[in-house]
């Protein structure tokens, strides 16, 4: 069988590489995690751990560990408490199987440097999310727009197979919505993510499951 946590940490380590090298950040991935050896953008975490039973003083040495770092914890089956970290948030990650007909409308693809910026003005990342993201085959940033041309909610949909669903936001569209989107424009593409409540809810709606808990530390 397919460990789906697994599965679900390396895809969304991936996508955490793929965002700090459009900052001029290169990572190191081998067996145990992903990580890089300075500060991560924000809301982006420091290292991301690949298996269970990481030694957590060697995962530490790979990154600054001192205040604003963070450690994406895959499996929540670290203690980093006695190292000056605190739990974040605790989250689940989630999978869904291409198995149904999607019944929603496709979001509609990111293109331009405008539109990115327009998106990211909605989704409120800012200059997070950098034009070099466009031409990452990679990566798909969807959007949901109204009759104005407003983005009203969208989505980051990246990897090759699982593919991972991040950013999703719902400015003013219904969460359930976007979630049916995504689905929608991807039909045949098994998808992995995370939510913590109250944003698990969606999610499930539109048929992902459970795929294991995981956990974000924060150095304060």
């Known amino acids: 069988m397919v460990d789906l946590q697994a599965v679900a940490a390396r895809d969304n380590a991936v996508w955490c590489g ?32 690949l298996r269970p039973g990481v030694d957590v003083a060697a995962l530490l040495r790979r990154i600054d560990a001192g205040p604003g770092a ?17 739990v974040l948030f605790d989250a689940e990650w989630i999978y869904r199987a291409p198995t149904d007909p999607p019944s929603g409308t496709p979001l509609s693809p990111v293109t331009t440097p405008a539109a990115l910026a327009a ?14 993201l466009l031409t990452d085959a990679r990566v798909r940033v969807l959007a949901r727009y109204d009759d ?24 003013t ?13 991807l039909p045949q593409t098994p998808l992995v993510g995370y939510e913590s409540e109250p944003d698990l809810p969606p999610a499930r709606e539109a048929g992902f499951t459970p795929a294991g808990p995981l956990r974000v530390w924060l150095r304060d």
């Not at 190191?28 to 990580?35: K, P, Q």
């Open 70 to 86: 963070s450690v994406k914890d895959s499996f929540a089956d670290l203690d980093l408490a006695d190292h000056g970290f605190r």
């Open 119 to 132: 998106w990211a003005a909605a989704h409120g990342g800012g200059d997070l999310f950098r034009p070099a």
């Open 148 to 171: 104005q041309g407003a983005v009203t909610g969208g989505a980051v949909v990246s990897g090759d197979g699982p593919c991972g669903v991040s950013n999703l936001f719902a400015r």
């Open 18 to 49: 793929i965002v700090c090298e459009s900052h001029g950040l290169q990572g190191l991935t081998d067996a145990d995690a992903w990580s890089v050896p300075r500060r991560s953008p924000m809301w982006y975490p420091d290292a991301v751990t």
């Open 173 to 185: 569209a219904d969460p359930g919505d976007i979630w049916r989107g995504v689905l929608a424009t």
